[in-house]
């Protein structure tokens, strides 16, 4: 009786101390897209990461550098957004960038800063 006792005592504790509940599965969107565009980039994002990525798309574009592909990793079609925020960002202006990089495109560029801890400066925006 008293083993029983315990062992439900240990249940009852494990099970309030369970991990909290992970957010609700979707999207914070503030943008004009619907939901349903969201859920269509996001599968085709999917997709493309698990076949394969490109490394180096704007560098083998901007500077005609060797192609940098990985295999894909089957792993990123079981991902899912967890209000995951999607925001409007203005493109960096033409004036901006060639400041920074001596790189000369008309407005709108079509790239947007990247913030600390990201790897590069710009990056190409997609809408």
Not at 19 to 26: L, Q, T, Y
Not at 44 to 50: G, W, Y
Not at 77 to 104: M, W
Request: net charge positive; proline share 7%; charged share 15%.
């Amino acid at each position: 009786m008293r083993r029983t006792l315990r062992t439900l005592f240990l249940r009852m504790l494990l099970i309030g101390c369970g991990s909290p509940n992970a957010p609700p599965v979707g999207f914070l969107n503030e943008t004009l897209h619907s939901t349903s565009d969201l859920w269509a980039i996001w599968t085709t994002a999917q997709n493309s990461v698990a076949k394969r990525v490109d490394m180096n798309p704007m560098q083998r574009f901007l500077y005609g550098a060797p192609a940098n592909i990985r295999a894909g990793d089957a792993r990123a079609l079981a991902a899912l957004p967890h209000q995951l925020r999607v925001a409007a960002e203005s493109d960096v202006l033409s004036s901006v960038l060639f400041a920074a990089t001596r790189d000369f495109r008309a407005d709108p560029t079509g790239l947007i800063a990247c913030p600390q801890p990201c790897s590069v400066r710009y990056a190409v925006a997609y809408s």
